[in-house]
């Protein structure tokens, strides 16, 4: 079995809960997953994924000695349709192209639906009220829906340091819970995050209302320098930016409660069952379930959702979040995350037939 999935590195999170579903449906398969890199990263060790190949052509040439009797094409892309074309497979299910006109077209009737929505702006923003993984689901024909969870495990010695540096966190201040602020995103729309002086604000707002909280910063690369001036001369702990994909989601699974927009972040903090108070402004909300472990904070701005990657606005979506809402948003996540995750929630063991957990 083959999985394209070249998307964005959150997108592709999201897209590990397909992965009971498949095998539920192909008990005995064997699962191969080409992604762009960096996102392999995630992937790596999975314990229901046997082979993960990126776009690189050493890694076609794998895929080229290979044959598969079933692939699952996720990206409505012309790479993905690309990579389809190295190697040889039966039936498709998600999305395929026309290969005289370069058009992207449901591989199957059942993706209809996933892919109209990419047309049409009206049905993305407000007729539908599913979530992507609902939509996923049914564009591949993977069986009735069961809202089955993010699967990204934590390996054995992630687990230990996820514990290890959970305890650091708590014990600088002598705290008892952890609230992580990811405070960025992707620059694709770079606007999914709030501002520098909003987190600060954010952060002063916190130490009084959570005094017993350690607040964390968490982010990329890209998030350094932001997250410096972020955390000038407030008592936070910023975690390390620049070591990689897997240590960047150990330290989200270290936090009890995640305060983000929608990225990457976000979808970690879902797959690492933390309660996730998410912010949305020029993204679709209901695209994106919570599994009873969070709140959508919606901005108020009229034109939101847009999904536009440049806005000239004066007012943008983002100084348009109440931060009482996510104040409020936390004080009930609180209470819901008292006993916030137990060791099984971050065991890499989780069973599923075929699978074996990663050492």
Not at 105 to 131: D, I, M, R, V
Not at 290 to 304: E, F, M, Q
């Amino acid at each position: 079995m083959l999985i394209v999935h070249l998307g964005a590195l959150g997108a592709v999170v999201r897209s590990t809960s397909l992965l009971k579903a498949l095998k539920r449906k192909y008990p005995s398969s064997m699962i191969t997953w080409v992604t762009d890199a960096p996102a392999h990263h995630l992937l790596k060790n999975h314990p229901a994924i046997d082979r993960v190949l990126t776009t690189g052509e050493a890694d076609l040439l794998q895929l080229g000695a290979l044959e598969f009797e079933v692939a699952f094409v996720i990206d409505k892309s012309l790479k993905a349709a690309g990579v389809l074309k190295r190697t040889s497979v039966d039936q498709v299910f998600g999305f395929k192209v026309d290969t005289r006109n370069g058009a992207i077209l449901p591989a199957t009737e059942a993706a209809t639906e996933l892919w109209e929505l990419g047309l049409n702006n009206h049905k993305k923003f407000f007729e539908n009220k599913k979530p992507e993984t609902q939509l996923m689901i049914e564009a591949l024909e993977l069986g009735p829906y069961q809202r089955d969870d993010y699967w990204l495990p934590l390996t054995t010695d992630e687990e230990n340091l996820r514990q290890q540096r959970r305890s650091a966190f708590l014990a600088k201040n002598n705290k008892s819970y952890v609230i992580g602020l990811n405070t960025g995103c992707s620059n694709v729309i770079s606007y999914k995050k709030l501002t520098v002086e909003y987190h600060r604000d954010l952060i002063r707002r916190l130490h009084q209302e959570f005094p017993e909280a350690e607040v964390v910063l968490l982010g990329g690369p890209e998030d350094t320098k932001r997250n410096q001036e972020i955390a000038q001369d407030l008592n936070v702990i910023s975690t390390a930016t620049e070591s990689g994909l897997r240590d960047g989601l150990v330290s989200v699974a270290a936090c009890d409660i995640v305060v983000t927009g929608d990225s990457l972040g976000m979808h970690m903090a879902i797959s690492q069952k933390a309660q996730v108070i998410a912010w949305f402004g020029p993204t679709c909300a209901h695209e994106i379930d919570l599994y009873d472990r969070g709140v959508h904070i919606l901005t108020k701005s009229p034109c939101s959702p847009c999904w536009k990657r440049t806005c000239e606005k004066s007012i943008m979506c983002y100084d348009q979040v109440s931060l009482e809402e996510i104040v409020n948003a936390l004080k009930s996540s609180r209470a819901n995350s008292l006993s916030w995750r137990s060791s099984a929630l971050h065991s890499a063991a989780e069973e599923v037939p075929g699978a074996v957990a990663p050492a």
